[in-house]
């Protein structure tokens, strides 16, 4: 839309009038346009949520007027991933990791949820790394991401259900079963 477009629908807004209605009956946007562009509104908003640190806020639950209602494509799993994507601060992403780089990040095995996200080669190659064995301290060290950036993807993968913290102790009695089975395999031969 043009400048003189927006302030002429900008002017006529007032009570039941919003200005994405107004910008369709000037014939300045379609409406195919308006249902992407309040999509894309709706998901800049939700996806801020994640970037505060503090505040209030109160949730008013009012029933939605017929002209209200808009049915938007947007998917819960990708809007956690990528609000959890725009996460700076190292403290929230460490303790969204539970704050324990000797926990070890365990596969769920949940792959309705991974067929639901859509993860970037480098946060595909770090789940490739969780076996149940390493750490997130080294799943950091062999990773190509940063280390915040590594906690980052556990974070989002661990809301997501696709991996959990391990239980203290899981990991020596995975490692006892596995010393004890190599162990096996060498007698065997």
């Not at 109160?58 to 002209?67: A, I, L, Q, R």
């Amino acid at each position: 839309i043009t400048i003189r477009q927006y302030l002429e629908a900008s002017q006529m807004i007032g009570p039941g009038r919003r200005l994405g209605t107004l910008l369709v009956e000037l014939g300045a946007l379609e409406p195919e346009d308006l249902i992407g562009s309040v999509e894309h509104h709706v998901k800049e908003i939700l996806l801020d949520v994640f970037t505060w640190a503090t505040g209030e806020y109160e949730f008013v639950m009012t029933e939605p007027g017929k002209d209200d209602v808009i049915a938007l494509n947007l998917s819960t799993e990708m809007l956690i991933l990528e609000g959890i994507r725009r996460t700076r601060s190292w403290s929230r992403i460490f303790r969204g990791i539970g704050g324990d780089v000797d926990s070890v990040p365990m596969p769920t095995g949940n792959t309705e949820a991974l067929l639901r996200i859509e993860l970037t080669e480098e946060e595909q190659e770090v789940l490739a790394h969780l076996n149940g064995r390493a750490t997130i301290e080294q799943v950091c060290q062999v990773s190509y991401l940063t280390n915040l950036e590594t906690c980052r993807v556990l974070w989002a993968l661990s809301v997501l259900g696709v991996v959990r913290r391990g239980q203290p102790g899981e990991k020596a009695a995975r490692d006892e079963g596995i010393a004890r089975h190599e162990q096996e395999l060498d007698l065997e031969s």
